[in-house]
């Protein structure tokens, strides 16, 4: 009996968390004088130019190249050829490296990182890349401005899950796109290495009496398409892609995503963990959810969206009351077709 009451204090405890961590994500949507200031930009920073000095950064890129190529197939998909793009918080170019000339003809870089711009890849040209304009620029995304109308198009790659002021810097890109251009994003959300969330909660709440946040908050898909359509952007769409990678245990998981540059950087974030604790979390995750071979699972769960700037050419909704057939009749007509 005392085993299950401290159970349903355990899932009690961790369900006040995670509500406390929707509510940080509900923040970002409120007016601008009320954002508050989730992440440590400048820590962020220090993380992330950490990783350009390992000799071997390029094999920690797995889940950002990965997401990088289905970025850039949601780009082809758009059959149109690009004269000037923006690679907002390009890191080190993944996705530009997968365009081709066909497609994109000048691409402004941008990054608060001068390591890793200097890290981009150069253009190959068996591979198409030859004749691409590269303009790297070092600016911080929050504080980034340009000229009203300047692309026709801009893309983002796993770089606004770390941004504060998300509102502001979505409505500075639709600010620089011309009209009918589109903004196409891929981004962390919500329920992102949620095995790794649940099996440090517990392990801590076990052996220290309480936890604090070791996983940055995410938001929820639903949020980033109410702002999108709220800051002025016309034909929003969101879809979900999860991607799931064994590792041999907990620790390995933790190693790669200091090596990515993707580790914890917000606030409230705890600096240190006692080894009694992480044994203590490997072994419940490993119970959790461990697979038959020992390997333990981590999921990774990004949200695409595209918004286009609007334009009279777009098509809209019809008007209300402009339908001349009723859907009891639905089935008649799709007869009369055949």
Same mark, same amino acid.
């Given at each position: ?44 920073l ?8 390992? =000799? ?14 289905? !970025? ?8 149109r050829?690009f004269? *000037?793009?923006? $690679? ?14 066909d ?8 990054? *608060? *990182?001068?390591?890793? !711009?200097?890290q +981009?890849?150069? @253009? ?5 890349? /030859?004749?691409?304009?590269? +303009? ?7 504080q ?20 504060? $002021? ?17 903004f196409?994003?891929a981004?962390?959300?919500? &329920? ?7 099996a440090l909660?517990?392990?801590?709440n ?7 946040a070791? +996983?940055? =908050?995410?938001?929820?898909? =639903? ?7 709220? +800051? ?8 979900? /892609? ?5 590792? @041999? ?6 190693? &790669? ?20 604790t ?18 333990? @699972? ?9 918004g286009?700037?609007?334009d =009279?050419?777009q098509?809209? @909704? ?16 799709? *007869?009369?077709k055949?």
């Open positions: 009996m005392k085993f299950y009451l401290n159970c349903l204090k355990v899932v009690r405890l961790y369900s006040i968390n995670f509500n406390r961590q929707l509510s940080i994500s509900h923040k970002y949507f409120q007016r601008p004088e009320t954002l508050p200031n989730v992440f440590d930009r400048k820590t962020k220090k993380q992330r130019e950490r990783t350009c000095l390992d =000799p071997d950064y390029k094999i920690y890129s797995y889940v950002h190249e990965r997401v990088a190529q289905s !970025l850039v197939d949601r780009i082809f998909d758009i059959k050829t004269e *000037s793009a923006l $690679d907002f918080g390009c890191g080190r170019g993944l996705t530009a490296s997968e365009l081709t000339k497609v994109v003809k000048r691409i402004t870089m941008i990054d *608060s *990182s001068s390591l890793m !711009l200097d +981009i890849r150069p @253009p190959v040209e068996e591979n198409g890349h /030859d004749g691409i304009e590269i +303009i790297k620029k070092h600016i911080d995304e929050e980034f401005s340009g000229d009203e109308s300047s692309y026709d198009l801009a893309y983002s790659c796993l770089s606004l899950h770390w941004i504060n $002021d998300l509102p502001g810097v979505l409505r500075k890109v639709l600010h620089v796109l011309k009209n009918d251009a589109p196409i994003g981004m962390f959300a919500s &329920d992102t290495l949620y095995e790794l969330r649940v909660q517990l392990a801590e076990e052996r220290e009496g309480g936890f604090a070791h +996983i940055s =908050p995410f938001v929820e898909p =639903p949020d980033i398409g109410g702002l999108l359509q709220r +800051i002025g952007y016309n034909i929003v769409t969101l879809d979900l /892609d999860e991607i799931h990678i064994d590792y @041999p245990s907990m620790f390995e998981l933790m190693f &790669d995503l200091k090596g990515m540059g993707e580790n914890n950087c917000s606030w409230n974030r705890r600096l240190t963990l006692k080894r009694e992480l044994l203590a979390a490997q072994a419940i995750y490993q119970n959790m959810y461990g697979n038959k071979d020992g390997s333990i @699972p981590a999921t990774y769960r990004i949200l695409y969206f595209i286009w700037k609007p =009279p050419s098509k809209g @909704p019809a008007k209300r009351g402009s339908a001349n057939v009723s859907f009891k009749d639905i089935d008649k007509v799709l *007869s009369t055949k």
